[in-house]
């Protein structure tokens, strides 16, 4: 250890940089204690000793002094935690050396592009007070935004210029640096090279994305433009060495002190619900930005509290992103309880119009996560009959099944049956042991196909050659990856039609009651499905064929955690590392 960190070791107190990431609580003279940030657990065993300055868990044995712990939580090398602690505690850097040169340029170049989007940000916060900003002005004050909160957020605006942050930020970099920066667009040219770079944010108000410490690493832009020449109403940075989506919390560095006071997060979608409420006095508030959380936020997240409320837009409710936030959330463990706005109000709109006292008593009156599910299977599936109640516990199971604790889903499945009026004795036990073996769905058949089996049947069942094209994706798709169908209901049929060669189909399907599905999806169709529809089909089965495995991971790794099996659990988490890079791949092929 240089002198220089052994220096900055011997200043630094431990137990105030760990709190820094986890909450801790003292735990004896010298000893605090919380929730692990390196293995999952419910009960804390990660210890911090102030006198010895170390950590220890019981749980997962790891332990070290404070730049251990920093380049394990931070995820950096040996002297960029030196240089972070340094930092944390007012302690000037000494001129840097490296152990490779390949660091050395990689912390270059992040120091640059934080030095540049400090500078960006500056700017178009100048830039936004100045007479071409009127318009962005205007909008931010319809928004109900005063001029103390949008400094607060250091709000922005681009001006209508392909080139006017450019020639302010060229002096300051080289052309690479800047193309890694994200705060430019360049147009590929006809040999394939990038051609020169131009302002990827124009006439658009910008909203700075900080980084834990709170300082800015990307932006997110509204356009000001309507009409056909808008383009999106947001436009992102891209990912770039400082910044990856799926890493950042919006607002987490102001709100996470009074997070840990408050004893809970509140979540929201949009990064304006977040800015306006957390302006209004209630800061313990962060914004997924419309997007379903990711592990990794989940468990940024977790080092914060474990106790959410949720308050995502009441038109939104039932969308993807939330709900699978959601389901996340619930997975690692959360307490999650929903806010329900009354007028179908977004939280901006309701904390304006109705005032911070009202909110704040919106929030406070949430309900836990299952007497709000119950909720909204009672009143999708209404009235008494047998049929209504089998729909309502299948809505219902899905979510009951992520739950970790075998008490809390019998309590769930309990609390379900009773509100439901599930009097049938063999109806409330059916729906209890979906509930403690995490099946999702009871096995009272109702019949019927989902949209992508239909479509899938369809495809296979294809016999003019004009279309064989569009079998064979099908086909093929399921041939290579058997794995990912099975849990469809019509998967022998499916498989049956997939290499049934030049027969008939509804031949080669013998199952009586697969037949007669097979019968039904045939029968109601008019034209055979278009190439894109099987596509987008079996891309769906694959994702939730890879969303079900890694759930399997998820319990397998917790529970190999708690018998200390730490081998099996580096075997399968790297097993779910690739899994989670199949599905990413999967995503960007998918949206390009
Ligand atoms: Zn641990």
Same mark, same amino acid.
């Given at each position: 250890m240089?002198?220089?960190? /052994?220096?900055? &070791?011997?200043?630094?107190?431990?137990? &105030?940089?760990?709190?820094g990431?986890?909450?801790?609580?003292?735990?004896?003279?010298?000893?605090?204690?919380?929730?692990?940030?390196?293995?999952?657990?419910?009960?804390?065993?990660?210890?911090?000793? #102030?006198a %010895?300055?170390f950590?220890?868990?019981?749980?997962?044995?790891a332990?070290?002094d404070?730049?251990?712990?920093?380049?394990?939580?931070?995820?950096?090398?040996?002297?960029?935690?030196?240089?972070?602690?340094?930092? &944390?505690?007012?302690?000037?850097?000494?001129?840097?050396?490296?152990?490779?040169?390949?660091?050395?340029?990689? @912390?270059?170049?992040r120091a640059?592009?934080?030095e540049?989007?400090?500078?960006?940000?500056?700017?178009?916060?100048?830039?936004?007070?100045?007479?071409?900003?009127?318009l962005a002005?205007?909008?931010?004050?319809?928004?109900?935004?005063?001029?103390?909160?949008?400094k !607060?957020?250091h709000?922005g605006?681009?001006?209508?210029?392909?080139?006017?942050?450019?020639?302010?930020?060229?002096?300051?970099?080289?052309?690479a640096?800047?193309? $890694?920066s994200?705060?430019?667009?360049?147009?590929e040219q006809?040999?394939?090279?990038?051609?020169?770079?131009y302002?990827?944010f124009?006439?658009?108000?910008?909203?700075?994305?900080?980084?834990?410490?709170? %300082?800015?690493?990307?932006f997110?832009?509204?356009?000001?433009?309507?009409?056909?020449?808008a383009?999106? &109403?947001?436009?992102? =940075?891209?990912?770039?060495?400082l910044? =990856? !989506?799926?890493?950042?919390?919006?607002?987490?560095?102001?709100?996470?002190?009074?997070i840990?006071?408050?004893g809970? @997060?509140?979540?929201?979608e949009g990064?304006?619900?977040?800015?306006?409420?957390?302006?209004?006095?209630?800061?313990?508030?962060?914004?997924? =930005?419309?997007t379903?959380?990711?592990?990794?936020?989940?468990?940024?997240?977790? %080092?914060?509290? =474990?106790?959410?409320v949720?308050?995502?837009?009441?038109?939104?409710?039932?969308?993807n992103?939330?709900?699978?936030?959601? @389901?996340?959330?619930?997975?690692?463990?959360?307490?999650?309880k929903?806010?329900?706005l009354?007028?179908?109000l977004?939280?901006?709109?309701?904390?304006?119009?109705?005032?911070?006292?009202?909110?704040?008593?919106?929030?406070?009156?949430?309900k836990w996560? #299952?007497?709000?599910?119950?909720e909204?299977?009672?009143?999708?599936?209404?009235?008494?009959?047998a049929? /209504?109640?089998?729909?309502a516990?299948?809505?219902?199971l899905?979510?009951?099944? %992520?739950?970790?604790?075998?008490?809390?889903?019998?309590q769930?499945a309990a609390?379900?049956?009773?509100?439901?009026?599930?009097?049938? $004795?063999?109806?409330?036990?059916?729906?209890r042991?979906?509930a403690?073996?995490?099946?999702?769905?009871?096995?009272?058949?109702? @019949?019927?196909?989902?949209e992508?089996?239909r479509?899938?049947l369809?495809?296979?069942?294809i016999v003019?050659?004009?279309?064989?094209?569009?079998?064979?994706?099908a086909?093929?798709?399921?041939?290579?990856?058997?794995?990912?169908?099975?849990q469809?209901?019509?998967?022998?049929?499916?498989?049956a039609? #997939?290499d049934?060669?030049?027969?008939?189909p509804m031949d080669?399907?013998?199952?009586?009651?697969?037949r007669?599905?097979l019968?039904?999806?045939?029968l109601?169709?008019?034209?055979?499905p278009?190439?894109?529809?099987?596509?987008s089909?079996?891309?769906?089965?694959?994702e939730?064929?890879?969303?079900?495995? /890694?759930?399997?991971?998820?319990g397998l790794?917790a529970?190999a955690?708690?018998?200390g099996?730490?081998a099996?659990?580096?075997?399968?988490?790297?097993q779910?590392?690739?899994?989670?890079?199949?599905?990413?791949?999967?995503?960007?092929?998918?949206?390009?």
């Amino acid at each position: 250890m240089s002198d220089f960190a /052994q220096g900055v &070791k011997q200043q630094a107190d431990i137990v &105030k940089v760990v709190e820094g990431y986890i909450r801790l609580r003292k735990a004896g003279a010298q000893n605090y204690s919380g929730l692990c940030p390196f293995h999952n657990e419910k009960t804390p065993s990660f210890n911090v000793n #102030a006198a %010895r300055q170390f950590y220890y868990c019981f749980g997962c044995q790891a332990s070290g002094d404070v730049f251990t712990f920093v380049v394990k939580i931070e995820n950096v090398s040996f002297r960029e935690a030196v240089r972070i602690v340094a930092q &944390k505690c007012g302690i000037p850097l000494p001129k840097r050396e490296f152990s490779s040169p390949e660091e050395a340029a990689e @912390a270059r170049l992040r120091a640059k592009l934080l030095e540049l989007h400090e500078t960006a940000a500056a700017w178009f916060e100048e830039q936004l007070q100045a007479p071409e900003g009127a318009l962005a002005r205007e909008y931010l004050g319809g928004r109900g935004l005063s001029p103390e909160g949008i400094k !607060k957020f250091h709000i922005g605006y681009a001006p209508d210029s392909f080139h006017a942050l450019e020639e302010l930020l060229r002096r300051m970099a080289d052309d690479a640096t800047l193309r $890694a920066s994200g705060l430019f667009s360049a147009k590929e040219q006809g040999d394939g090279t990038p051609g020169p770079l131009y302002d990827r944010f124009r006439k658009r108000v910008m909203f700075p994305i900080a980084n834990e410490s709170g %300082r800015v690493i990307a932006f997110t832009a509204r356009t000001l433009e309507t009409g056909e020449k808008a383009g999106p &109403k947001y436009i992102n =940075s891209p990912e770039t060495a400082l910044y =990856s !989506k799926g890493q950042v919390l919006f607002n987490l560095d102001k709100a996470k002190s009074v997070i840990r006071q408050a004893g809970f @997060a509140l979540l929201v979608e949009g990064q304006m619900d977040c800015i306006s409420v957390f302006l209004r006095g209630i800061q313990n508030v962060i914004a997924t =930005s419309g997007t379903a959380f990711t592990e990794q936020q989940v468990a940024i997240l977790k %080092r914060h509290t =474990s106790n959410v409320v949720v308050n995502f837009d009441p038109d939104a409710a039932g969308s993807n992103a939330a709900e699978k936030s959601i @389901a996340l959330l619930t997975e690692e463990g959360f307490s999650i309880k929903i806010v329900t706005l009354d007028g179908g109000l977004d939280p901006d709109r309701y904390i304006r119009e109705r005032g911070v006292e009202p909110y704040s008593q919106a929030v406070r009156g949430a309900k836990w996560q #299952a007497d709000y599910l119950i909720e909204r299977a009672r009143a999708a599936f209404p009235g008494g009959n047998a049929d /209504q109640k089998v729909k309502a516990m299948n809505f219902l199971l899905p979510h009951i099944r %992520r739950i970790p604790e075998k008490l809390a889903r019998d309590q769930f499945a309990a609390d379900a049956a009773q509100k439901l009026g599930i009097d049938s $004795a063999v109806l409330r036990e059916e729906l209890r042991q979906a509930a403690l073996r995490r099946r999702d769905h009871v096995e009272v058949r109702t @019949a019927g196909l989902t949209e992508v089996e239909r479509v899938l049947l369809r495809a296979l069942a294809i016999v003019d050659s004009e279309h064989e094209g569009t079998r064979r994706l099908a086909a093929q798709a399921l041939l290579q990856q058997p794995a990912w169908f099975e849990q469809l209901g019509v998967f022998p049929a499916l498989r049956a039609l #997939a290499d049934r060669q030049a027969r008939d189909p509804m031949d080669v399907v013998e199952d009586p009651a697969q037949r007669a599905l097979l019968a039904k999806a045939l029968l109601g169709e008019t034209r055979p499905p278009e190439e894109s529809e099987v596509a987008s089909s079996v891309q769906q089965i694959q994702e939730q064929g890879i969303e079900s495995r /890694q759930r399997e991971l998820r319990g397998l790794i917790a529970e190999a955690e708690r018998r200390g099996d730490f081998a099996e659990v580096a075997v399968l988490s790297k097993q779910k590392m690739d899994l989670d890079r199949a599905l990413r791949d999967l995503h960007r092929n998918n949206h390009q």
